[in-house]
Antibody
């Protein structure tokens, strides 16, 4: 059974840092791109970051570029999101999701999602 | 950035009735369009990808259509478990979600 389990969320002051982790199981992790997607309380979904299968191509939404860093460890089967210079507007439930590539493009959709980990940025 | 607009924001439907949800892209996304269902307190679930292909395990009452800028998700006969929020998302380059349509019991 394909599963994704996020961890590392918590309460942090503005300007602080957090590192989220995602533990996959039930599939060959190093065959797939991975996403981070967030959902602010009572709001819709926002794509945050994407990393290709070998970690060589990370991509970011404009709202987090320069502050967040996505990475992966294919030996230890883990996905990470290092979040620095956190802002109140980064408060959200953060999901990791497995990416499925579209043919020979660099486009991906998300076919499996974890349950998420909550990040609260507040003074 | 390609913007996605969903309508209506809320759809009130009786069980057993048909529900039609719309999603419009600000420019063509070809068929690079997915639909997700999200129930309260749960993660999103993939329903449709490639604008019209059902994901694994999704019942046949869910169907997607469209290409370019206009897309539709149809639920042919609403079941109690289908009342939820539905999001469209393009993946033509960086992914972007629509604002969602809440399907509620009439």
């Amino acid at each position: 059974d394909v599963q994704l389990v996020e961890s590392g969320g918590g309460v942090v002051q503005p300007g602080g840092s957090l590192r989220l982790s995602c533990a996959p199981s039930g599939f060959n992790f190093d065959d797939y791109a991975m996403f981070w997607v967030r959902q602010a309380p009572g709001k819709g979904l926002e794509w945050v970051s994407l990393i290709n299968w070998d970690g060589g191509r990370p991509y970011y939404a404009e709202s987090v570029k320069g502050r967040f860093t996505i990475s992966r460890d294919n030996i230890k089967n883990s996905l990470f999101l290092q979040m620095n210079s956190l802002r109140v507007e980064d408060t959200a439930l953060y999901y990791c999701a497995k990416g499925v590539i579209v043919g020979t493009t660099d486009y991906y959709y998300m076919d499996v999602w974890g349950k998420g980990t909550t990040v609260t940025v507040s003074s | 950035e390609i913007e996605m607009t969903q309508s209506p924001a809320t759809l009130s439907v009786s069980p057993g009735e048909r529900a039609t949800l719309s999603c419009r892209a600000s420019q063509s996304v070809s068929s690079n369009l997915a639909w997700y269902q999200q129930k309260p307190g749960q993660a999103p679930r993939l329903l449709i990808y490639g604008a019209s292909a059902r994901a694994t395990g999704i019942p046949a009452r869910f169907s997607g259509s469209g290409s370019g800028t206009e897309f539709t998700l149809t639920i042919s006969s609403l079941q109690s478990e289908d009342f939820a929020v539905y999001y469209c998302q393009h993946y033509n380059n960086w992914p972007h979600f629509g604002g969602g349509t809440k399907v509620e019991i009439k």
